[in-house]
């Protein structure tokens, strides 16, 4: 059991404060009333940042969970397990003088997080049906109207699909939708210098289903986009689908890999530079057009998908 005082004496006594004589248990101002002010806000930005170390320790206890129950053929979600967790939660946060509310939202946040990790419907979606999250649903959920489940498997498959859009959206066409679209979502990164490292590399994206692919070249400040391009170095390759649930951010795509419902082959570490790159542009800051269009469409290509499938969750 955590012993917080002892863990609240220890930080005091080794968070010495810049601009103070002694530490956080003893602040004194050595100049002017605003090093208060700087010194205390350092210590906030400490504290958050022991929540983002605490919490990508959570998110890979999470993954390392999630593999002992797939390989133990158990399920994704134990309700009983987060009842835990919450009650669990307010006898703690009780202890810490937190409200119930306060610590009933973050714990739905952490629980959340953990089922966005395993493809699987939050909690907080489940109650209250809010899909403003880019990461808001994990699952399949099939419209509640019978006739639209009907209707979803009357679409044909995107394999089907394949000659019909390559004659529509022939290579030019398609290769300037791309890189229009490419460049709109890049434009913050690459105007800030984080691809200069990457100039000259090559990565392809297959679309296994729709029998597409194509390679964006990274220039100076600039993409160059290739269709179908040939000899890329790193290629990210999955269904229309799934491509478009991780470019929605619809689902982790830490699940979408676990589950091999995508691959990355060629150069992994080229890859996993990219995508962590791309994990931290923020959502809010990819035009608003672009966010609708792969937020709709991934959670339309997905529906269909489970029509199509056979799946149906009440």
Known sequence: MLNVELSQARFEQ??????????????????????????????????????????AGRRRLVRRAMSVKHRAGLPGRDREREHQVHDRAQAFGARLALSASVTRQLTELLIGDAC????????????????????????SVMPRFPYAQKLLRLLPPPSRLSSPLRWMLPPPLLCALLRSMTLRVMAGPLANGAFDDLQGRRLGVEVTDLKLRWVVEIGTRDLHVQVPGENPESTVRGSATDLLLLASRLEDADTLFFQRRLQLVGDTELGLQVRNLLDQLPWETIPLDIRVLLNRGARFARLARTAHCGETTA
């Open 116 to 139: 966005a990790l395993q493809g699987l419907s939050s909690t907080a979606e489940e109650t209250t049906g809010d899909s403003s999250s880019p990461h808001d649903s994990g699952g």
């Open 14 to 55: 080794h968070a010495p404060v810049p601009g103070f004589a002694g530490n956080a248990h003893s602040l004194r101002p050595v100049e002017g009333g605003s090093v208060e002010l700087r010194a205390v806000r350092s210590l906030i930005d400490r504290v958050d940042e022991m929540f983002l170390v605490l919490l």
